[in-house]
């Protein structure tokens, strides 16, 4: 099955925001609010920092925020910092039963 | 705190059937779907499937026909057997927790990976 759709990578300066988005169709991103974000660093466990379109799960700084319009979910980091830097992936439901990941978006931060 | 710990062969061979098992610390096991997910080399993230305490299981269509997620209840495990390998299903395979609410689901909790390398 297709992947959701995000930029393969973007870049930031320390202390900027950036925004990563995640596209997909009426039968996934567009037909439920059951988006979610990862953050994953090379050789660890990919860790929730979004859940719900935009609630941040305990712990996860308020720096991360995420919204959603139609077809497309975004994520937006705000005063970015050297410990941002690394993987980010969207998730939904797709069709109730089936689960479906972007692509990943790599993080620079400058 | 919910803990996932997993564990399988690293090493297999084209043609072979990959065993991966997560043990399940720390949760009600029968509450949540569980569910695997992996990452071939330079590439995103693919979910493979998901399986309920009850057994009742969701699998990626692109993976179905080679996808069996079985569950243990007495030990709080949940398996997955992957057969006819190709170099393409070497990945880190992840197990994960699927919490859900009443309006959606996400994985909540991850276990550490483990690399699987399919090559002759």
């Known amino acids: 099955q297709s992947a959701l759709t995000q930029p393969a990578s973007v870049s930031g300066s320390l202390g900027q925001s950036i925004t990563i988005s995640c596209t997909g169709t009426?039968?996934?991103?567009?037909?439920?609010?059951?988006v979610s974000w990862y953050q994953h660093h090379p050789g660890k466990a990919p860790k929730l920092i979004i859940s719900?379109?935009?609630t941040r799960p305990s712990g996860v700084s308020y720096r991360f925020s995420g919204s959603k319009s139609d077809n497309t979910a975004s994520l937006t980091i705000s005063g970015l910092q050297a410990e941002d830097e690394g993987d980010y992936y969207c998730?939904?439901?797709?069709?109730?039963?089936?689960?479906?990941f972007g692509g990943g978006t790599k993080l620079t931060v400058l | 705190q919910v803990q996932l710990q997993q564990w399988g062969a690293g090493l297999l061979k084209p043609s072979e059937t990959l065993s991966l098992t997560c043990a399940v610390n720390?949760?009600?096991?029968?509450?949540?779907?569980w569910s695997w997910i992996r990452q071939p080399p330079g590439r995103g993230l693919e979910w493979i499937g998901e399986?309920?305490?009850?057994?009742?299981?969701n699998y990626n269509p692109s993976l179905k026909s080679r996808v069996t997620i079985s569950v243990d209840t007495s030990r709080n495990h949940f398996s997955l057997k992957l057969s006819s390998l190709t170099a393409a299903d070497t990945a880190v395979y992840y197990c994960?927790?699927?919490?859900?609410?009443?309006?959606?689901?996400?994985?909540?909790?991850w276990g550490q990976g483990n690399l699987v390398t399919v090559s002759s």
């Open positions: 719900d379109v935009n």
């Open positions: 994960a927790r699927l919490y859900c609410s009443s309006t959606s689901c996400y994985f909540d909790y």
């Open positions: 009426s039968s996934d991103v567009g037909c439920y609010n059951s």
């Open positions: 399986i309920n305490h009850s057994g009742s299981t």
């Open positions: 720390g949760e009600s096991f029968s509450e949540h779907y």
């Open positions: 998730s939904s439901y797709r069709n109730t039963t089936s689960r479906v």
